[in-house]
């Protein structure tokens, strides 16, 4: 299942993980090594999620994240498929946070929806429709732009450090604040594309999503104390570094077209 890789962006951006070894390794080997702080908890510099504690979280075969928008619908990044249309190739794993525990729950796709004039750059969301519903509960999704700042929860089975390129068994959570585009940008620049993408990250980084990550959301609570989801793991250059932050699909500006997007899957 290779690859799909990086449209348009340099480094290690919209690489799937379960997608390309021989891809990761090039485009890792063009990166700046990590510096120093490389070594100790670590999503990168994260913990382990505790059971139960993201219910609405999913693991995607492919190696990318998601969340539950609908019992049968899951919510990840366009970079993790292969295109819309009939598709029963994708296990989703919910249910556990460890992908080899007897109690995960595992379901096939039978189609996904891309997000329409996606290309590589921005809009990266889509929409996987289930064999059968999970009977877990699921993430709403932010529909303005009001809980577009604060602090922000990531959770995945993706890379504990930049470039290792392995993945994680349990799923580990961290804590990133909001990064404002003017700020986001001192870095992207123009690659940045501000209305459809938010970003998030310490500026002294090790803490950030990363490969494996990708199509998980980033979450916090809304006024009613409530899990919602701002984010979609979406790019990067490298992981956790000062400076760099996490680039993640700004759910609100799409939330009309996921919704519509999930009535007619
Ligand atoms: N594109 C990556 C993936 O496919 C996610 C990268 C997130 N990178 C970051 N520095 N936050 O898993």
């Known amino acids: 299942m290779l690859t799909q890789s990086s449209p348009k962006r340099s480094g290690i951006t919209l690489v799937k993980r379960a997608a390309a070894v021989g891809a990761v390794a090039l485009a890792v080997a063009s990166l700046h090594p990590l510096t120093a702080n490389a070594a100790s908890t670590r999503v990168v510099g994260g913990t382990p999620a505790a ?4 219910p609405f979280m999913v693991h995607l075969s492919m190696g990318c994240g998601g969340a539950l928008y609908k019992k049968d619908v899951v919510l990840t990044a ?3 498929m292969d295109g819309s249309g009939n598709n029963t190739s994708i296990t989703v794993t919910a249910g556990a946070n460890d992908l080899n525990s007897s109690a995960a729950i595992k379901v096939k796709s039978t189609k996904v929806k891309v997000a329409p004039g996606y290309n590589g750059t921005g809009k990266d969301w889509a929409l996987i429709k289930l064999a059968r519903p999970i009977d877990k509960p699921t993430l709403k999704i ?11 929860t990531i959770a995945g089975w993706g890379d504990t450090e930049e470039g290792a390129g392995t993945g994680t068994t ?3 959570k961290a804590t990133v604040p909001f990064v404002a585009d003017r700020v986001c940008k001192r870095h992207y620049g123009n690659r940045l594309v501000s209305k459809e993408e938010l970003c ?5 980084g090790g803490i950030d999503t990363c490969q494996g990550d990708s199509g998980g959301p980033m979450f916090r609570k809304d006024d009613a104390g409530k899990w919602i989801q701002v984010g979609i793991v979406s ?20 939330a009309k077209d996921i919704a519509r997007a999930a009535n007619a899957l």
Do not use: I
């Not at 059971?51 to 993201?54: A, D, G, I, K, L």
């Not at 932010?142 to 602090?151: E, L, P, Q, S």
């Not at 790019?235 to 799409?254: I, L, N, Q």
């Open 170 to 172: 349990k799923l580990r």
């Open 51 to 54: 059971q139960n504690e993201f």
């Open 78 to 80: 366009a970079h993790c």
């Open 142 to 152: 932010a529909t303005t732009d009001r809980y577009n700042r604060g602090m922000f």
């Open 200 to 204: 998030a990250g310490w500026q002294s």
């Open 235 to 254: 790019w990067g250059d490298g992981c956790a570094r000062a400076g760099v932050p996490g680039v993640y699909t700004e759910v609100s500006h799409f």
